[in-house]
């Protein structure tokens, strides 16, 4: 067997390392997380805003654009 992917990684090697980056993708989504939080001290990110905080005052009607006809 490592006879053959040293022959495929030599002959089409594009190819190959297609296929051994692809491979190790899925593993990456389990291992990358834990490796971050336990040894580079990765707390996370600040979750985004999901509205617009509204001023503390009362709306005032804008004046000057309007589309008048």
Do not use: H
């Amino acid at each position: 067997m490592f006879k053959a992917l040293n022959r495929f990684a030599l002959e089409r090697p594009v190819i190959f390392w297609s296929c051994a980056i692809g491979a190790v993708g899925p593993v990456m989504v389990w291992t990358v997380p834990s490796i971050r939080r336990n040894y580079f001290g990765f707390k996370g990110y600040e979750p985004l805003p999901i509205t617009y905080p509204l001023p503390n005052r009362p709306r005032q009607p804008t004046t000057g654009y309007e589309d008048s006809a």
